[in-house]
Nanobody
């Protein structure tokens, strides 16, 4: 079964850090461009970061640039999102998925993503 599974979310205080993981099963991430997306209650799901295959390019939404870092370990078939200096606006369910555009300011999800349950990130004191 081809799927991406997110993990690593939780409750963190403002200013804290979390590292999310996106593990692939049933296929190799090596040739895939992968993105992280988030959806806050009552809002649309938006792309916040992406990384191209072979780590040739990364992209960040303005809201997270300088605070979040995306990386990949193809040997572990996993993409990570290191999140630092978290604030309440980062509270959301975080998802990973394949992207069809990653670059020039664009983070565009593939149309055929089978979005999983995501991982909840709550920033609160």
């Amino acid at each position: 079964q081809v799927q991406l599974v997110e993990s690593g979310g939780g409750l963190v205080q403002p200013g804290g850090s979390l590292r999310l993981s996106c593990a692939a099963s049933g296929f190799s991430l090596y040739y895939s461009d992968i993105g992280w997306f988030r959806q806050a209650p009552g809002r649309e799901r938006n792309g916040i970061s992406c990384i191209t295959s072979r780590n040739t390019n990364t992209e960040y939404a303005r809201s997270v640039k300088g605070r979040f870092t995306i990386s990949r370990d193809d040997a572990k078939n996993t993409v990570y999102l290191q999140m630092d200096s978290l604030n309440a606006d980062d509270t959301a369910v975080y998802y990973c998925g394949t992207v069809r555009r990653c670059g020039r300011g664009l983070i565009v999800a593939s149309a055929n993503n089978d979005w999983g349950q995501g991982t909840q990130v709550t920033v609160s004191s």
